[in-house]
């Protein structure tokens, strides 16, 4: 725009117009899933994501010392033939894995901050078991019956 004809009211219909566009964007959920924006999840805290092996029904995870799984309260977001699950540490020898697909609007859920999943698009949590902690979800994650030999995790779907 030439500033010499650009009139007070131009420049404010732009700006309005620029506004109102970014954030009808953001509350759709279409900031890219960024939990800083307006309708997501705040600072939580990003998962770490891992690989698993795929095969029939299961999916195995190594768990070494260097993994993000080696500690009681940690988890990560395991993918696996082309499948995202929450995995978190329970205990020392026991798991949980849920679907990481938010029951909202199916999302994939990226955050975790105190024990808690978080949705990077419209901020819904959910604890440790799937259970909803805080909507707009209303249904619980799906949760996967695991299995713990030193060093593998098994997740049967």
């Given at each position: 725009m030439d500033n010499s004809s650009t009139t007070r009211r131009d420049f404010c219909a732009h700006a309005i117009t620029f506004v109102t566009v970014a954030s009808l964007i953001e509350g759709c959920g279409g900031g890219g899933?960024?939990?800083?924006?307006?309708?997501?999840?705040?600072?939580?805290?990003?998962?770490?994501?891992?690989?698993?092996?795929?095969?029939?029904?299961?999916?195995?995870?190594?768990?070494?010392?260097?993994?993000?799984?080696?500690?009681?309260?940690?988890?990560?977001?395991?993918?696996?033939g082309g499948q995202s699950y929450l995995v978190?540490?329970?205990?020392?020898?026991?798991?949980?894995?849920?679907?990481?697909?938010?029951?909202?609007?199916?999302?994939?859920v990226t955050g975790f901050s105190s024990g808690t999943y978080q949705c990077?698009?419209?901020?819904?949590?959910?604890?440790?078991?799937?259970?909803?902690?805080?909507?707009?979800?209303?249904?619980r994650l799906r949760q996967f019956t695991t299995q713990f030999t030193n060093p593998v995790l098994t997740i049967t779907l």
């Open positions: 899933g960024n939990p800083g924006g307006p309708s997501g999840g705040g600072n939580v805290p990003q998962l770490s994501t891992i690989s698993g092996n795929a095969s029939g029904n299961t999916v195995t995870v190594n768990i070494d010392a260097a993994s993000p799984l080696s500690a009681v309260g940690s988890a990560a977001l395991v993918q696996a978190s540490r329970t205990g020392q020898d026991s798991f949980s894995a849920l679907t990481a697909v938010c029951t909202h609007e199916q999302c994939i990077p698009c419209h901020g819904s949590q959910y604890n440790t078991s799937g259970a909803v902690v805080q909507g707009p979800a209303t249904q």
